[in-house]
């Protein structure tokens, strides 16, 4: 049966694959393409993604597409990611994407997503060379923000799916392994105090579903792995620190929940049924072949996020966060910090990620971001 010989990767492609027979505590192990859950911009990543109410750039179209109703501009962005900088070099993320805002019909975004795990070398069991293949997942989407009246707004999106993290016809435990399609959506809603277009001073409340559809397939077998399914609710506060306006801060806190769930027997639950079912307490085990079990209940099941932006005079801009899950559900804790520089029609971030957790693979993360506007 062939192998992978990058070992690194091998284990964190297998871990992917292997999920619903591998039941391990965090998110990766309940779902399927766990890179629709990577917070794609700079800036929304440094507000420790604390970014459903707020969602008034090109990352609306991951946090919450009805973010995209309230920007009257068209603009384009890209962002480059070197992902889990501990395990591989070869690891990198990158979303692209692009606003076009029409009068009187509303927003609309085009967005795509993709992270390469590199190149792998594939040998048989006596060692024979077979070669090399490349792993990679995208995300291909669309999204649409229409504004109600003045302080309302919804918008959806849908997005194309592949996950190709493994060589076609590999035999993994007697199973003929190939990629996985699906397609998705996406359904937010916004609410802002805001009473024109000039006032500095307002709040914000935020909801959205993202990443609805059915999961991705990888075996000639019948299991079908869900896709990342989140609820995000949000609040925002605008306001302004002189009548001129010259000094803005924004302050961002949300609390999300992972709603795909995997039963104690490896089994996937719908996303219908998860929207109404997944509310309560749930075990999971290390191994399916193992008797340890561990219960996680609902406030486990909760993420938290807060973050805080400082703006002067729209050409520069201070920005810091944090980020907290249960070790049941991920284990992840960090701060996150970045800056922004605003010139005519050019906007560049930086980012970076502090864990709190020791030997945590996101640690050290560093985002770059370049926006221009159209």
């Given amino acids: 049966m062939p192998r992978l010989l990058n070992y ?26 766990p890179f629709l859950q990577i917070e794609p911009e700079t800036r929304s990543g440094s507000m420790g993604n604390a970014f459903t109410a707020l969602s008034d750039d090109n990352s609306a179209m991951f946090f919450n597409p009805a973010g995209l109703a309230f920007q009257h501009s068209n603009s384009i962005s890209i962002t480059h990611v070197n992902w889990l900088p501990s395990f591989d070099d070869d690891l990198f993320f990158d979303f692209i994407a692009y606003k076009h805002h029409i009068e009187r019909i509303g927003t609309f975004g085009f967005h795509t997503t993709y ?19 490349k792993s990679y997942e995208l995300s291909i989407g669309f999204s649409y923000g229409y504004q109600i009246n003045q302080f309302h707004s919804f918008g959806f999106g849908l997005k194309y799916i592949k996950s190709q993290i493994i060589p076609q016809g590999l035999k993994v435990s007697g199973q003929s392994m190939s990629s996985g399609n699906s397609f998705s959506f996406d359904l937010g809603y916004l609410f802002r105090t805001k009473s024109s277009d000039s006032d500095l001073n307002f709040s914000g409340l935020g909801f959205s579903l993202t990443n609805f559809g059915q999961g991705l397939q990888y075996s000639d077998k019948a299991q079908v792995d869900p896709l990342p399914l989140m609820l995000r609710s949000g609040f925002l506060i605008n306001t302004s620190l002189d009548t001129e306006g010259y000094n803005l801060l924004r302050l961002t806190f949300d609390v999300s929940k992972l709603m795909a769930r995997i039963d104690i027997d490896g089994k996937s639950m719908s996303p219908f049924k998860a929207l109404y079912s997944s509310w309560n307490d749930y075990n999971i085990r290390y191994d399916l072949n193992s008797s340890d079990v561990q219960t996680v209940t609902l406030s486990d099941q909760l993420m938290y996020s807060m973050g805080l932006e400082y703006i002067y005079n729209t050409i520069f801009a201070l920005r810091s966060g944090f980020y907290t899950e249960s070790k049941l559900n991920g284990d992840r804790s960090y701060l996150t910090f970045g800056s922004g520089f605003m010139y005519n ?30």
């Fill in 345 to 374: 029609i050019f906007s560049f971030d930086f980012g970076y990620l502090y864990s709190i957790k020791v030997d945590n693979p996101i640690a050290n993360t560093i985002r770059l971001s370049l926006s221009v506007s159209l």
């Fill in 8 to 33: 690194q990767t091998g284990l964190i492609l297998l871990a992917l694959i292997l999920s619903p027979s591998l039941v391990v505590f965090s998110q990766a192990g309940m779902t399927s393409a």
């Fill in 115 to 133: 992270l390469n795990y590199g190149s792998q070398r594939q040998t048989g069991e006596n060692g024979e060379d077979l070669g090399s293949f």
